[in-house]
């Protein structure tokens, strides 16, 4: 068969009309799981016909899991899990442990089963716990030791003193780096005239970190990212961090932070939002304000008061603590958000942009050390154009 021929009528679907191709073996089948799904058109009676090329049982759909998993590579199987979750309403079979048993975990399926936390049958509870630890485990493993090594670096550099007590606390390099202007050519030497130090590497807390999450339905994905990051750093002794998930309610899950798979099972996706009780409650942990870090992660659209929450936002800035709006943390793209409360803190110098997963780490660099966070958003967008 010709390739190109062959490619076209994996695409086109159907019968082999269009192309006059006609497919066997595993091309047969890798079409069949993608009719499944796909054929049938948006809505109406091509919903019900799509849902019948599944059948509403859970063996049946893990058993097209598991087709999908040894035809097409993970990627791939991730777009079409979220598609059968969108396109073929399989929420309910999700709380099935067998089908939970074949699906490819991903960041996006957690966020599912997150949202049907309270309702899934004890049975399934398990099967969802493990996948949503399989994810937990590959993300900790891809994060960690950057997050810490950019954590660390930046609470080394913002300890340098430019007065230390001791020649061996003059760090040389940066010391020469700072003065290179007052070199002597016919010296062939530099004059130190501004000494950088070494500061004394401090056991006690540096920074207090609050992460104040919106656990609404379209925030799942950051969700998943927050809470991982916060794990993170709180194992860090130089940080003092604390994690506070909202809708209309506010609940601190500060204590769950040494175990990010309970944290997550201990939100609730959906609901409401009120930003300004949330804010509020994460200022009540504030001790040390200009040694503070508070960041908001939402897409702004406040249930509650709104200028109360920004009268709150702008007390905490005056105070000294470094506050940062996270439109989202995840890899997906722009994501919505209320454009007018966004520009309204960003008036008052409080950044709002989304961030990805990889891009985190530097944030909270660039935090610690108390560099213009909006600066920072501006070139990690100009070099992700060009």
């Known amino acids: ?217 379209s925030m799942a994905a950051s969700v998943v990212y927050s809470s991982v990051f916060g794990a993170v750093l709180a194992s860090m002794s130089s940080l003092r961090t604390s994690l506070v998930v909202f809708d209309t309610a506010v609940v601190d899950l500060t204590d769950q932070l040494h175990d990010p798979v309970e944290l997550l099972f201990g939100t609730q996706l959906g609901g409401g939002t009120d930003i300004n009780r949330a804010i509020a409650y994460g200022q009540g942990l504030i001790t040390r304000p200009n040694d503070s870090i508070f960041i908001l992660i939402s897409d702004l659209y406040e249930g509650g008061v709104r200028e109360e929450m920004l009268r709150r936002v702008a007390q905490m800035t005056a105070a000294g603590v470094q506050v940062i709006v996270l439109l989202a943390l995840s890899d997906e793209g722009a994501p919505f958000y209320d454009h007018d409360n966004a520009a309204a803190l960003a008036a008052m110098g409080v950044p709002a942009f989304a961030c990805t997963p990889d891009a985190f780490p530097d944030l909270m660099a660039a935090a610690i050390e108390r560099r213009d966070i909006g600066q920072w958003a501006e070139r990690r967008l100009e070099r992700a154009v060009t």
Request: charged share 30%.
């Open 1 to 217: 068969m010709d390739e190109r021929l062959r490619r076209w009528r994996m695409v086109l679907g159907g019968d082999a009309d269009g192309t006059g191709c006609s497919l066997s073996g595993t091309d047969a089948q890798m079409d069949a799981a993608l009719a499944a799904l796909y054929n049938g058109g948006e809505g109406g009676e091509g919903s019900a016909e799509r849902s019948g090329g599944l059948g509403a049982s859970a063996p049946r759909v893990a058993r097209w899991l598991g087709d999908i998993r040894s035809y097409f590579p993970s990627t791939v199987v991730q777009v079409m899990q979220k598609d059968a979750v969108d396109r073929l309403n399989l929420t309910r079979l999700l709380m099935e442990p067998e089908m939970l048993d074949a699906v490819e975990p991903d960041v996006h399926m957690v966020g599912t089963l997150l949202s049907l936390n309270r309702v899934m049958p004890e049975k399934a509870r398990e099967s969802a716990r493990a996948l949503v630890r399989k994810v937990v485990s590959e993300l900790e493993r891809k994060l960690v030791q950057k997050t810490k090594a950019a954590v660390t670096g930046a609470l080394d550099r913002s300890a340098r003193t430019h007065r230390p007590k001791r020649a061996a606390d003059i760090d040389w390099d940066r010391t020469i780096r700072a003065n290179l202007k007052n070199y002597l050519p016919e010296r062939n030497t530099v004059i130190p005239s501004r000494l950088v130090g070494y500061g004394r590497r401090q056991r006690a807390v540096q920074r207090e970190v609050v992460l104040c999450i919106d656990q609404s339905g």
